[in-house]
């Protein structure tokens, strides 16, 4: 039975491929070519003596691997969109007696193909979902062969294909605001099964209303190529606290399909929360014959309404969804990021305050649901079929095959309340033909999928108005303050949207802001920009050129400006009692082949911290308004050069969950401010102060009940006018662990630093030491649009190097390490 909207209900559990007692993480040990191959046999062909040369040449690599890892944001090409090969040898030993040998990818991109010596075993479309090859049969083969012994001395010879090549009849599209990335990102595990095993496990756990007695409901699908005909299965139930609270032996005798385990009641179960995320633990133990393995997953039990046109209520109780995004990107590794990156990032997230998570915009690693669960983050996650249109029948049944996957792979996490099932689908371009009628029968068909397939969890999609009637909950596009409007019509065009629909989530707001750049007159532009004409986003938008003004093009692109617009929307959220909640955009910068003109050339700009977890200013700002632990952040950390009149008054701007807050300007107190929330900007925490010249130090200490957090900051007040830029300086600024900071400024004539200098320069290198560059940060690329007048970049140093840094209409500076 389909239920409503106003059926309060939950899954819980981790509905991932259950694989027993060996799992083997294949991290080490890979060989890597990007480019193709002219067939399978030249990834195994023998070399060395009395053999072919070896050419192409392979490169050394580790798993997870991205292959654009570097050049996704190389300022000067485009990323590469091509086959590359990956090869290794296993040992395999499968302890289980007429055992199955598995590989699990946990992602790779965008389509893969596998072998086993010369022989294909699987292949794979999608760059997102898990999936499984079965190589038993070929590795048994193999073992057979000369090659075997001779050529491989024991092992088995292992190649991967993967390609993320252009194609319009593939998801996502490559209009798309982020780069579809090629290898394999995700980790792959060698995996040992028994004959027969669980191949998903389904656990449907749900609360009444008010969570006093609670139900959770178990089900397998088997895998069983020996058609083994009977089973004895065990399934325990553990509380968080370590406690068997039901236990059940089941004797199976048909093992095919899903079949039904058990059923089990609790009275009071212990719920699920974003402030206290308890898990149960379901426990599986699976016999055939004299073979036993065991098989867990985490559960949660909690309830969750989205109110119509009010608020969400988690456990019977409004929780206003505090929420951020996620790409599956970082400096140096692109998509490739290990678990100790995920989870400190995850990590840094709750530590800002996040309830709430959008997975933008694509099924995204266990390990980050893993986490979602643990920490207490509600999830949004969707499938990446996003802009460009609607294509043919292969298109449209990738999209539905992934929809499948991402949904019975994530069935069973407590943190998911919303499977997203498109996002910008009004964005055409990738076909000669745009039919709206023809988007909303698809968008209903995966509509109706995904209720059938879950049936407890919400539909949604982001900005397609013409299809917003279809989905659970609907988000529609406002940028209120950067694509369109000023961010003080933030309220009201959110209230007339809210309107238009059942459900209404505002996901995807903000603004980008060049790390390391300030403004001490951040909201100028806004006298400018045209009002009451809407603030969404419209196609196009992404470029800095031509159009009516609007802040996104003819801003200053500061983190002064950025923190205003987020301060604001805070505080205006805070007094939206129907609201259900936000999701910012996004956590951390990103790549993306649609921005070559930004300040970092290839990056969406608009994440609170850098791409390689630096923090910007707008970080705190969130954590004034979402967090408990008490803490107090005086805005300017990264402006090293303030400016303005001698004796002009200039704001400083404090941000704090505390009660109270003194500053003090070199060593004088200027008062205590109480915090008061809807006292914009800084919620009253602001001062006007007078700065000397020179060096000025500011320290404040805030107070919250007997808790006392402090913050100081030290910096230049420049009084002199500059001209325009005339001359670069490159100079030495720190140097740790063999890595030197090198710093580039603009300076006029008269040898004044110019600060509002926005000149790009480029970085070059020569002699042994390297530039750390391609990082898509602000200190970390070589050619770099100037924040206040400077720049930095990084440089790995040995032996003797020379370093140059040249810009527009400038002169080229040196400097020789």
Not at 226 to 235: E, G, L, R, T, Y
Not at 338 to 358: C, D, P, Q
Not at 694 to 720: H, L, P, S
Request: charged share 25%.
């Amino acid at each position: 039975m389909k239920r409503t909207l106003s059926f309060i209900i939950v899954i819980t559990a981790l509905c991932s491929v259950a694989f027993g007692q060996q799992n083997i993480r294949l991290n080490d040990h890979w060989q890597f070519l990007k480019q193709d191959l002219g067939g399978i046999w030249e990834a195994v062909r023998p070399v060395g003596k009395g053999a072919p040369e070896s050419v192409p040449l392979w490169d050394s690599v580790s798993l997870p691997h991205c292959v654009n890892a570097i050049d996704a944001v190389d300022p000067d090409i485009n990323y590469y969109q091509g086959p590359a090969w990956y090869r290794t040898s296993l040992s395999v030993n499968n302890p289980y007696v007429n055992g199955r040998t598995l590989l699990h990818f946990e992602g790779a991109g965008q389509k893969t193909q596998v072998y086993i010596y010369t022989t294909k075993v699987g292949e794979h479309v999608g760059g997102y979902d898990e999936w499984t090859v079965d190589i038993t049969d070929a590795v048994a083969a193999f073992q057979k062969t000369e090659a075997y012994q001779k050529q491989f001395k024991g092992k088995i010879p292992l190649s991967i294909r993967t390609d993320n090549s252009r194609d319009l009849e593939m998801i996502p599209s490559d209009l798309s605001d982020f780069n579809l990335y090629g290898g394999i990102y995700r980790y792959l595990n060698l995996v040992y099964t028994p004959s027969v095993y669980p191949d998903k496990i389904f656990a449907f756990a749900q609360t009444d209303k008010d969570g006093k007695t609670g139900s959770i409901n178990v089900k397998a699908r088997f895998a069983n190529p020996a058609n083994v005909s009977k089973a004895d299965v065990s399934v325990t139930l553990i509380d968080p606290s370590g406690k068997v609270v039901k236990q059940q032996n089941v004797a199976l005798s048909s093992i095919s399909g899903t079949q039904e385990l058990v059923s089990f009641d609790l009275k009071k179960p212990v719920l699920w929360s974003t402030t206290l995320p308890k898990l149960y633990t379901v426990q599986i133990s699976f016999k055939v014959g004299e073979t036993e393995s065991t098989y867990t997953e985490k559960v949660g039990f909690r309830n969750f309404v989205f109110v119509e046109k009010g608020p969400f209520m988690l456990n019977g109780k409004r929780l206003l969804l505090r929420g951020t995004h996620r790409h599956e990107d970082h400096a140096g590794v692109g998509a490739a990021m290990t678990e100790e990156m995920i989870s400190k990032e995850m990590v840094m997230m709750k530590e800002m305050g996040v309830n709430f998570i959008r997975l933008g915009h694509y099924q995204q690693s266990r390990i980050v649901l893993n986490l979602c669960d643990s920490l207490g983050i509600l999830v949004w996650e969707e499938i990446p079929w996003c802009r460009g249109g609607l294509g043919g029948d292969v298109y449209k049944a990738q999209a539905r095959t992934m929809l499948a996957n991402m949904i019975e792979q994530h069935y069973n996490h407590p943190s998911i309340i919303i499977w997203g099932l498109g996002n910008e689908n009004d964005w055409p371009g990738d076909f000669p033909e745009f039919d709206k009628e023809k988007i909303r029968t698809f968008m209903k068909e995966l509509n109706d999928l995904s209720h059938q397939l879950d049936p407890s969890r919400k539909t949604a999609i982001r900005r397609c108005d013409f299809c917003k009637d279809i989905v659970d909950v609907y988000s529609p596009s406002i940028w209120a303050g950067w694509y369109r409007g000023i961010y003080t019509e933030y309220k009201s065009v959110s209230e007339a949207e809210k309107d238009k629909v059942k459900h209404f989530i505002h996901v995807e707001w903000g603004g980008d802001s060049h790390a390391r750049r300030h403004s001490e007159n951040p909201d100028q532009i806004l006298s400018k920009v045209l009002t009451g004409k809407g603030a969404d986003e419209r196609a196009g938008d992404a470029s800095l050129f031509g159009g009516s003004a609007r802040v996104s093009k003819d801003g200053d692109w500061s983190e002064s400006y950025i923190c205003n617009l987020i301060d604001w929307h805070l505080k205006e959220q805070e007094t939206m009692p129907w609201l259900t909640g936000t999701a910012y955009w996004p956590f951390k910068d990103f790549s993306t082949p649609v921005r070559p003109d930004n300040p970092v050339p290839y990056m969406n700009q608009k994440g609170v911290v850098e791409r390689d977890f630096t923090k910007k200013e707008s970080y705190y700002v969130f954590q004034s308004w979402w967090t408990e632990k008490p803490m107090v952040h005086i805005y300017g950390h990264s402006w090293p050069v303030r400016w303005g009149e001698k004796d002009e008054e200039k704001m400083v701007k404090v941000y704090s969950n505390c009660d109270e807050v003194e500053l003090f300007l070199n060593g004088k107190s200027f008062g205590i401010k109480k915090r008061n929330s809807q006292d914009f900007p800084a919620a009253g925490l602001r001062w006007l102060l007078r700065f000397n010249e020179g060096e000025n130090k500011i320290n404040v200490v805030a107070r919250k009940g007997k808790i006392k957090v402090e913050d100081e900051i030290t910096f230049i007040y420049q009084i002199e006018k500059w001209d325009r830029p005339s001359q670069l300086v490159i100079e030495k600024v720190g140097e740790d662990n063999g890595i030197t900071t090198i710093q580039a400024k603009v300076i006029d004539k008269k040898g004044v630093l110019c600060l509002d200098a926005m000149n790009f320069v480029r970085f070059s290198i020569t002699g042994d030491g390297e530039l750390i560059d391609n990082q898509g940060t602000s200190s970390g690329s070589n050619y770099v649009q100037l924040y206040n007048g400077r720049a930095i970049i990084k440089v790995r140093s040995k032996g003797k190097s020379v370093i140059s840094v040249r810009g527009e209409d400038l002169l080229t500076a040196f400097i020789t390490l």
